[in-house]
């Protein structure tokens, strides 16, 4: 609960004051005490009997049994959005929704969205093959011996047909091209082949383009999620030589959703910009493909030594070509595609405050574990949540479950449903918590705006793990010990704040909070257990692999319906915990850091003074308390108002102009990278521009994070009045 910050040349302890409780009951709470220095954190809450008895109560109900015959209706099908298949999914859940006691309607969309209609790759020089194979069935795996209606393609690649020469990127990232460069290689004209790994597959498109490629080729390495990692399908949880991995090329980086209708939602009657003005759509053809056709192109490639990282795991070595001639024809059939949300209401006794939790119901094929298993999770905690409410209990904020559609194609139903009622979401909406990939193994995790990282955590101090007499966060920290124990040159982890012992990364993109945070400012969570995944994306993501690798118990379901359930009730009781002291150290560190590599950079006519200024003054408007635990003079009389304006920092985060070059992107504070696709990068648009050495875009995006930094203190002053700074410790 204490958050010690290494600053400047003293250190001090500062414990944010917690803003709980107040919003209608009027009942004022402090959260969390800890003793400084105790041994480890430890998260209390300031529940009553009452509160206590319902959360466990509430943590009772959700069943692994339940949750297998979820998952086992929901993967029993391909549901690809845009497909009947997927349409079916989104009535069950409404159905299922209705029936846990909740108001569910369905919401639709119209998006342009492509579906293959033909797929060619064959080899021409130096042999003759036919490529372009596709995923083998296998023996007991009954979904696996389904015809599929699609082969697997990547998601809005353009139309194309041509025929070049092969040259072989590595993972295609920024740096991978500079190498090519170094060594003389270029890749115009050509067809570039990369693995997948290391950046959103979009980002490779977009770079392949960029080095005017004439198309693109995506393959699954072994050495990267194949037999190098480990047993493969259906021996092991990891890729078979034949499995390829689907999905979508849309420059979501860019902006997200629909391409025809950005920052507008994709209703019927929308106005629609023409497919060519379309930012986020790539202009060459790309088609993923499995290891087992990579390998008859690779095998054949010559040319100079490549770096030793290039290698990947197929038994020859790796070169970037000349040697392999190949024909690509991708023919996709781009129309109106209709996509189909699922929005689920339990009124609350305030509906103008809301909770929000969602995940995405459209899967490449099954879909198992991406998304079926946090779709499974989540009915499991909205069953709970109607029994609770059917034996008379009533939330005090609406909870509103989403189940989004189009999300393999670029986060769409939700960027959709975010952009038509992005008014509405800012005023009401507390929360947003997402659980995409909900399980694929044992390992709990999650990311989050930096204000809600100590309430994830708390919760999983209140829920056990599987099988042992701890809690999920017990084995969280212990599986987080060793791995630092494993790796102790292990570079400093940014996210965590000294005192933290579990890392929560920031949020990113990649999921559908992506639209609620960094387009609407509203906070946001994702969540779930990971584990050895290797079938990402493919047909093998089945049923099967869940039953003998993934949670053949299906008791981590039932583990994080319960983590859901807790943080539900928090959050739809009003018993929150923003934890802006968190977030300001976070803010602070990473302009001190971005200082130095302008420094180091010799940007000399970058000035972040004022920048570090408005920082700092932010920092100091998260009101001190001390070790006593006695909020700060005048913190007790803090009115509804004031409590909103806490729970909206992430607004005040929001630039009306948007990033520089993706006006989209309104948070000032985190996005995905230009060239990462799905890591975040905090400070985007000044980081980036220092990456540049553009100090002209680096300054004006300076201005606009301190323009925001402004706002927030201007917000604090209101509820605070200056600081009270006896209670700095040094
Ligand atoms: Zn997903």
Redesign the pocket.
């Known amino acids: 609960m204490w958050i010690e910050m290494k600053r400047g040349s003293y250190v001090r302890v500062v414990a944010a004051v917690m803003f709980a409780g107040m919003i209608c009951a009027g009942a004022a709470t402090v959260l969390g005490r800890s003793k400084p220095g105790a041994q480890s954190q430890s998260y209390s809450f300031p529940y009553g009997e009452a509160e206590a008895k319902l959360e466990a109560d509430l943590q009772k109900i959700p069943s692994a049994k339940e949750a297998e015959s979820h998952l086992r209706w929901i993967t029993s099908n391909p549901h690809m959005a845009g497909t009947e298949g997927s349409h079916k999914v989104a009535e069950w859940l409404r159905a299922q929704y209705e029936s846990y006691g909740f108001d569910a309607k369905i919401v639709t969309y119209s998006a342009w969205m492509p579906q293959p209609a033909e797929i060619k790759l064959e080899l021409i020089e130096p042999e003759k093959r036919t490529l372009g194979t596709q995923e083998q069935p296998v023996a007991g795996d009954k979904d696996s011996q389904v015809k599929q209606a699609f082969p697997a393609f990547n998601s809005y690649a353009a139309s194309g047909e041509v025929k070049a020469a092969v040259v072989y990127v590595n993972y295609g990232t920024p740096e991978d091209y500079k190498q090519l460069d170094a060594m003389g290689v270029d890749v115009a004209g050509k067809i570039v082949l990369a693995r997948y790994g290391k950046s959103y597959r979009g980002i490779k498109a977009k770079l392949a383009e960029e080095h005017k490629a004439a198309g693109l080729l995506i393959y699954s390495d072994p050495y990267d999620d194949g037999y190098d990692a480990g047993d493969v399908f259906p021996q092991g949880p990891w890729r078979p030589m034949s499995g390829i991995q689907r999905g979508s090329v849309l420059y979501t980086e860019i902006y997200p959703g629909d391409p025809l209708t950005p920052e507008v939602a994709a209703t019927p009657e929308a106005k629609r910009i023409a497919p060519e003005q379309a930012g986020s759509l790539t202009r060459i053809p790309t088609l993923p493909i499995n290891a087992q056709d990579a390998e008859q192109i690779l095998s054949h490639l010559s040319g100079a030594k490549l770096p030793r990282e290039w290698q990947g795991g197929l038994p020859f070595t790796y070169h970037s070509g000349p040697g392999a001639l190949v024909h690509l024809k991708v023919a996709m059939n781009y129309q109106q595609r209709n996509i189909y949300d699922v929005v689920a209401k339990l009124k609350g006794t305030d509906d103008s405050q809301w909770m929000l939790m969602g995940?995405?119901h459209d899967?490449w094929v099954y879909?198992a574990v991406?998304?079926g298993s946090?779709t499974a999770v989540m009915l499991e905690t909205a069953r709970a949540l109607g029994e609770l409410a059917k034996k008379g209990w009533k939330p005090l904020r609406s909870i509103i479950m989403c189940e989004w559609d189009g999300?393999?194609e670029g986060l769409i139903g939700s960027t959709e449903w975010v952009e038509q009622n992005v008014k509405e979401l800012q005023e009401k909406a507390v929360v947003y918590i997402n659980t995409?990939?909900g399980v694929a193994g044992p390992n709990f995790g999650g990311s989050a705006t930096p204000s809600l990282k100590r309430m994830l955590r708390a919760a999983t101090t209140e829920v056990t793990y599987p099988e042992l007499h701890e809690t999920v966060y017990e084995a969280w920290r212990e599986r987080v010990k060793k791995q630092r124990a494993e790796k102790p040159n292990a570079p400093a982890d940014e996210t965590l704040l000294q005192g933290e012992e579990v890392p929560v990364g920031d949020l990113g993109a990649g999921?559908d909070f992506c639209a609620f945070f960094d387009y609407a400012g509203i906070p946001s969570m994702d969540l779930g257990f990971g584990g050895e995944y290797g079938v990402y994306h493919s047909m093998y993501d089945d049923f099967y692999w869940m039953k003998h690798f993934g949670d053949p118990t299906f008791e981590f379901h039932a583990t994080l319906a319960r983590v859901l359930g807790v943080l539900t009730m928090r959050f739809a009781q009003g018993f929150e915990d923003f934890d802006l002291a968190a977030y300001a150290a976070r803010i602070e560190g990473r302009v001190k850091y971005l200082h130095g590599l302008a420094d180091d950079a010799h940007m000399n006519d970058l000035n972040l003074k004022a920048l570090q200024k408005s920082a700092e003054d932010f920092f100091t408007s998260i009101p001190y308390v001390d070790q006593a635990w006695n909020p700060t003079p005048g913190a007790e009389n803090v009115g509804p108002q004031e409590l909103e304006s806490v729970r909206k920092m992430d607004q005040t985060f929001l630039s009306p102009s948007g990033l520089i070059g993706r006006p989209w992107f309104k948070h000032v504070m985190f996005a995905p990278g230009s060239y990462t696709g799905y890591a975040s990068v905090m400070m985007p648009g000044l980081t980036e521009a220092i990456w540049r050495k553009d100090s002209a875009t680096a300054q004006q995006e300076a201005s606009q994070i301190q323009e925001a930094l402004e706002r927030g203190v201007a917000q604090m002053r209101k509820i605070y009045p200056p600081p009270a700074r006896a209670h700095r410790v040094e």
């Open positions: 995940n995405h899967a879909g991406d998304p946090g999300e393999e995409d990939v999921s």
